[in-house]
């Protein structure tokens, strides 16, 4: 069964995702909060499997509390809400070990299936969201030559790596590099591995702040 605490300073919406998860036969809802503040005291008393965050609350907003769950060394899997029109929070979120993020006007199908995504240790990413908030807010001029955070990968890891930063699924890469998805999955383990993150999300970011891949790019 997976344990779902949900986050939102609505009560309208807490209990519509209350309402539908209960409904899964896997999912279940054991807690609510209505600021990040009682968030991080309700995942500490109830140790959910999935957080719901909204990213703007009071008294502490999700970005305040999953770095603060971040620190805490919660096992919790932090899945933000959020709606299209994203603003800077959302970037400092993926940074600071969201497992990924959900639109708001998501479908009941499609929330119970991020749920259950996340819970297994995978990264939810809407690619057209996450190019959109890393574009925006990742700036500088282009680093010369080849970044030294990237040194210790191979050229595989370094081109599965850019695809991960172009928004693109483990099979999308394996179509694009011609290999098996299991393949993909291992070297795209390798790097995160190497590279100290802690999951595809943090990928993205640092495919980004490397260099790797520019704003704009394909």
Known sequence: MIRVLVADDQALIRDSFRLILDMEPDIEVVGEAGDGREAVAEVARLRPDVVLMDIRMPV?????????????????????????????????????????????????????????????????????????????????????????????????????????????????????????????????GHVLTKLGLRDRVQAVVTAYESGLIRPGSG
């Open 60 to 188: 502490l907003d999700g970005l305040g509390a999953t770095q603060a769950l971040t620190r805490a060394g919660s096992t919790a899997r932090v899945l933000i809400l959020t709606t299209y029109d994203a603003d800077e929070y959302l970037y400092d979120a993926m940074r600071a070990g969201a497992g990924g993020f959900l639109l708001k006007d998501v479908r009941r199908g499609q929330l119970a299936d991020a749920v259950r995504t996340v819970a297994a240790g995978d990264s939810l990413l809407h690619p057209a969201l996450t190019r959109r908030l890393v574009e925006r807010f990742v700036q500088g001029p282009p680093p010369t030559g080849q970044p030294a955070v990237l040194a210790g990968l191979t050229d595989r890891e370094i081109e599965v790596l850019r695809l991960v930063g172009r928004g693109l699924s483990n099979a999308e890469i394996a179509a694009e590099l011609f290999v098996g998805e299991a393949t993909v999955k291992t070297h795209l």
